[in-house]
């Protein structure tokens, strides 16, 4: 059984008077700029002076404040479901279809030629990346076969042509790779075929597959990353190595909390960037932000709001707040791999003693958090999950509930997690991991026993496929960087050994 956190709003905008900019969206407005021939007025026509300089630099820059956020740009990985990292992958990595939103100027561009077909109402063809994407075979609303043909002009920021290669790039890491997100859609993929100097790939589906529009989003650099044979969860641990958006990452300083973004001057798009640089910067509170907003040391403030956040920031002259559903929520997961939670019966008298609402507002700070219904278990004594043997002759141990070391909520949930089975009499810790350790080696290995971590609500037919069924490959289990305090003592043993270890087939049933 899986017990879902909180399906609450996520993301709230605060935008300053006069600078357009509007929150979660891809392309930032224009920020205040100062022409150069103007600083050379002040100076009496000759160069401007360094103190001119800096600030007509400061003039081109917009700087948004965030909430905390881990090094890793992968958007891929479950790690990666964050607003700082989704926000960094729009303006950086190109997508096959794009939230309507997003479009430029020129407004949406939905796909209408025959045998095309748009996707779902939310989502467009990227005509700056794509000429057309074509249904070659079967019904346009569940194709089997779909060719994308990409724009000639598509390149990366090193000059490098994007080609069909960063489609068999995608795929192949999204079926290979352990702890990916989403990859139901890819494992539905049979064949990738690239023709035409690389700017002609033809899909073909196992079967009619309808949601294959939300495929190929956020395409990485093949050239870089496979030929250096980089590991898929860590590879972009503070940077990313080439952009195919209007921006691109100039500098990730986790420890300093700040991303510095670019303009990626190779762009071919129809809407550049208007804003020479890009500056995300954490904040530590909703009243922190208000001052900065107040300076103008932000332009735009991105938060996962608290209980008091739209009173703090709506009191701040010239600012405009709102709420953005992101469509994610923090779960906790049942690893099937552990011989302490194989059998349903014991994972439903598990879930049975857990409060969710109870513990999205502690994870939260709000009272008014939206939890799911609690569904219907069957009743049991959770305690027994510990006082006997698990499968297999497996000693027990106490219930090893997981979260990512540098995910502040998934480490706060946990913890709360433990507090109820404790209260309740189960023999429960809390192991931090590494995402990659975690994702890896120990939810594969079965050496722990649930994990919670982000994922996207379910609202449509992929969502529960990658939630709920076991994926079709077999993806890699590696050696952890480093043993676990808690932990047996025997650890993975080789990098090349392979397990039926889908994110779907730890999320329990």
């Known amino acids: 059984m899986r017990t879902r956190r909180n399906r609450r709003r996520l993301c709230a905008a605060v935008v300053a008077a006069g600078v357009v900019v509007s929150g979660c969206q891809a392309h930032p407005g224009d920020a205040p700029t100062v022409d150069?021939?103007?600083?050379?007025?002040?100076?009496?026509?000759?160069?401007?002076?360094?103190?001119?300089?800096?600030?007509?630099?400061?003039?081109?820059?917009?700087?948004?404040?965030?909430?905390?956020?881990?090094g890793n740009l992968n958007p891929h990985v479950i790690g990666g479901v964050s607003p700082v990292t989704a926000e960094v992958a729009s303006l950086t990595l190109p997508s096959a279809f794009i939230p309507r939103q997003a479009t430029g100027a020129g407004g949406p561009q939905p796909v209408t030629a025959a045998g095309e077909e748009a996707g779902d109402v939310d989502r467009v063809l990227n005509r700056d990346?794509?000429?057309?994407?074509?249904?070659?075979?079967?019904?346009?609303?569940?194709?089997?076969?779909?060719?994308?043909?990409?724009?000639?002009?598509?390149?990366?920021?090193?000059?490098?042509?994007?080609?069909?290669?960063d489609f068999q790039y995608l795929r192949d890491m999204m079926v290979s790779s352990p702890g990916v997100a989403d990859p139901s859609g890819y494992e539905r993929?049979?064949?990738?075929?690239?023709?035409?100097?690389?700017?002609?790939?033809?899909?073909?589906?196992?079967?009619?597959?309808?949601?294959?529009h939300s495929?190929?989003?956020?395409?990485l650099p093949s050239h870089i990353y496979r030929?250096?044979?980089?590991?898929?969860?860590?590879?972009?641990?503070?940077?990313?190595?080439?952009?195919?958006?209007?921006?691109?990452?100039?500098?990730?300083?986790?420890?300093?909390?700040?991303?510095?973004?670019?303009?990626?001057?190779?762009?071919?798009?129809?809407?550049?960037?208007?804003?020479?640089?890009?500056?995300?910067?954490t904040v530590p509170s909703a009243a922190t932000g208000a001052q900065m907003l107040r300076t103008?040391?932000?332009?735009?403030?991105?938060?996962?709001?608290?209980?008091?956040?739209?009173?703090?920031?709506?009191q701040v002259p010239g600012v405009r707040t709102g709420e953005v559903d992101r469509r994610v929520m923090l779960g906790l997961f049942f690893?099937?791999?552990?011989?302490?939670?194989?059998?349903?019966?014991?994972?439903?008298?598990?879930?049975?003693?857990l409060d969710p609402a109870l513990i999205a507002q502690i994870t939260t700070g709000r009272e008014d958090v939206t939890v799911p219904s609690r569904p219907e278990v069957p009743s049991g004594d959770p305690a027994a999950v510990t006082a006997e043997p698990g499968a297999q002759g497996a000693p027990a141990r106490p219930l090893r509930i997981a979260a990512a070391t540098d995910d502040t909520s998934a480490v706060i949930a946990a913890r709360t997690v433990v507090d109820e089975f404790t209260t309740a009499g189960v023999d429960a810790t809390v192991v931090t991991v590494a995402p990659a350790d975690l994702y890896g080696s120990y939810l594969p290995e079965g050496e722990v026993d649930a994990v919670v971590a982000w994922q996207t609500t379910d609202d449509t037919a992929r969502d529960y496929a990658d939630h709920y069924t076991c994926g079709r490959s077999a993806r890699a289990v590696t050696t952890p960087s480093r043993p676990v305090p808690g932990l047996t003592?025997?650890?993975?043993?080789?990098?090349?050994?392979?397990?039926?270890?889908?994110?779907g087939a730890t999320s329990g049933t």
């Open 36 to 70: 150069d021939r103007q600083l050379g007025e002040r100076d009496g026509g000759e160069n401007p002076s360094p103190h001119d300089a800096a600030t007509a630099e400061a003039a081109r820059t917009v700087t948004v404040g965030v909430d905390s956020f881990a």
């Open 129 to 165: 990346l794509l000429t057309s994407a074509t249904v070659t075979a079967g019904d346009a609303a569940a194709p089997t076969a779909v060719r994308y043909e990409i724009t000639p002009q598509a390149q990366w920021s090193d000059g490098t042509p994007i080609t069909g290669s």
């Open 189 to 212: 993929i049979d064949s990738v075929e690239v023709s035409g100097g690389g700017r002609t790939v033809d899909v073909t589906f196992r079967g009619p597959y309808a949601g294959w």
């Open 215 to 219: 495929l190929f989003r956020d395409l």
């Open 227 to 281: 030929s250096e044979a980089k590991d898929f969860q860590t590879m972009m641990d503070g940077a990313v190595a080439a952009s195919g958006g209007p921006f691109q990452v100039h500098s990730v300083d986790a420890g300093r909390g700040v991303i510095e973004l670019t303009r990626n001057d190779r762009y071919w798009g129809s809407t550049p960037a208007a804003t020479d640089k890009l500056a995300l910067t």
């Open 296 to 314: 103008g040391q932000i332009q735009m403030y991105l938060t996962r709001p608290g209980q008091t956040t739209g009173r703090t920031l709506a």
């Open 335 to 353: 690893n099937q791999g552990s011989p302490l939670v194989a059998d349903r019966d014991r994972r439903a008298a598990l879930a049975s003693v």
């Open 489 to 503: 003592a025997e650890t993975p043993t080789a990098t090349s050994t392979t397990a039926p270890a889908a994110p």
